[in-house]
C-alpha cells in the first residue's frame, strides 16, 4: 500500500512538472510577440516617404526615401526565407524571427543574403535601390504577423512597433491632450540634404491661410506625403493639379491650394477614437481625413483635423 502511494506521488509530481513545462513555453511565446519585449534595429538611414495603409488601403509597409547604395540592415536576428528578384518587390529579402514575425526589404539595388543564411540584428542585407515597381531609390519596410501571405492579410503597421530614432512606439491607449493652448514644441526631422527644424505645436487650432503656392517635389515625396504636410487630401491635391494617377516625379511642379487646416501631433497616450471624441469628429471621419486604413497611430504622427 506504502509503494502504491509512493508510485502514485511520483507520477502525480511528473504530471504537474510538465503541465508547468507546457504552461511556461506558452507563456514566453506570448511575451515574445508583445511588441514592447522587442528591440528591433532601424532598417535604414532614410526619411519616411509613405506611411502603412495609403494608396486606397493597398500599401502593406512604410517606405524610407534614401540615396541608392545606402546599407539595409536587418530589423533583429532570424533566418532568411527567401532573396530573389521579384516582378514588383524587386530585389527583395524575407526574414522569418523567433518571435513569430516576418520582416520585408524590398526595392534593394543588390541583396547581400541567400535563401537560409542565419542573420544578426544590424547585419547588412543589401543596398537601396529603386527595382521593381517602384518610383525612386527607396526601401520599402513590412511586418508581418505569422508570415507573409499572398492577400497579405497579417501585415501590420512597422510604426506600431519600432519608431525612425531606434526606439520602440508607446503605446498609445488613453485620454487624448485637452489643453490645445500649450506652447509650442519643436520637432526635428532630419532628411540627408541637412537638418530642418519644423515648429509643430500639439494642436494648430488657430486657422492657419496659407496662400496658393507651389511646391517642388523632391526625391522620395508621395502625393499621400504632400498632401499630409499641407493639410489637404489626396484628392483635392489631384483635383487641383489636374492629376489622373498617384504618380509623382522629383521635379515636378505642384500647385498647393490656399486653405485653412487644423492638426494635431499625436501624444503618447492618445487613441485615434479619443482624439476624435475630443475634437468632435467620427472615428470614420478622422480616417478618411487623414487616409487611414486601420486605427494605429503612433506619437508625433501629426493628423490633419480639419480643412476648409
Avoid at 547588412?124 to 527607396?138: A, F, K, L
Wanted: glycine share 10%.
Amino acid at each position: 500500500m506504502v509503494d502504491y502511494l509512493k508510485r502514485f506521488l511520483v507520477v502525480m509530481v511528473m504530471m504537474i512538472f510538465i503541465s508547468m513545462l507546457f504552461i511556461g513555453g506558452k507563456f514566453t511565446f506570448a511575451q515574445e510577440k508583445n511588441p514592447e519585449s522587442l528591440q528591433w534595429q532601424w532598417p535604414v538611414e532614410g526619411e519616411i516617404s509613405d506611411h502603412f495603409g495609403t494608396r486606397g488601403g493597398n500599401h502593406f509597409g512604410i517606405d524610407i526615401a534614401a540615396e541608392k547604395g545606402t546599407p539595409i540592415k536587418a530589423a533583429e536576428d532570424g533566418t532568411v526565407h527567401k532573396s530573389y528578384l521579384s516582378g514588383s518587390y524587386g530585389h527583395v529579402v524575407f526574414i522569418t524571427h523567433s518571435s513569430g514575425f516576418e520582416t520585408i526589404y524590398a526595392h534593394m539595388h543588390k541583396r547581400l543574403v541567400k535563401d537560409g543564411d542565419v542573420i544578426q540584428k544590424g547585419q547588412v542585407i543589401g543596398y537601396v535601390g529603386n527595382t521593381g515597381r517602384s518610383h525612386g531609390n527607396h526601401l520599402h519596410f513590412e511586418v508581418h504577423d505569422g508570415g507573409w501571405n499572398a492577400s497579405k492579410s497579417n501585415a501590420i503597421n512597422p510604426l506600431a512597433f519600432i519608431t525612425p530614432d531606434g526606439q520602440l512606439s508607446q503605446p498609445v491607449s488613453g485620454q487624448a491632450v485637452k489643453d490645445e493652448n500649450e506652447d509650442q514644441k519643436t520637432v526635428k526631422a532630419n532628411d540627408r540634404a541637412g537638418a530642418v527644424d519644423v515648429e509643430q505645436s500639439k494642436v494648430l487650432s488657430q486657422n492657419q491661410r496659407k496662400e496658393d503656392s507651389v511646391v517642388t517635389v523632391k526625391s522620395g515625396d508621395t502625393l499621400w506625403s504632400l498632401a499630409s504636410r499641407n493639410g489637404i487630401s489626396v484628392g483635392q491635391l489631384k483635383a487641383l493639379n489636374k492629376l489622373s494617377s498617384d504618380r509623382i516625379t522629383a521635379g515636378q511642379m505642384l500647385w498647393i491650394k490656399n486653405v485653412k487646416k487644423k492638426t494635431y501631433a499625436v501624444q503618447a497616450g492618445d487613441t485615434l477614437f479619443s482624439i476624435a471624441r475630443e475634437h468632435h469628429l467620427s472615428l470614420e471621419e478622422l480616417k478618411e481625413a487623414n487616409e487611414l486604413k486601420t486605427a494605429v497611430i503612433y506619437p508625433s504622427q501629426i493628423l490633419v483635423l480639419k480643412t476648409e
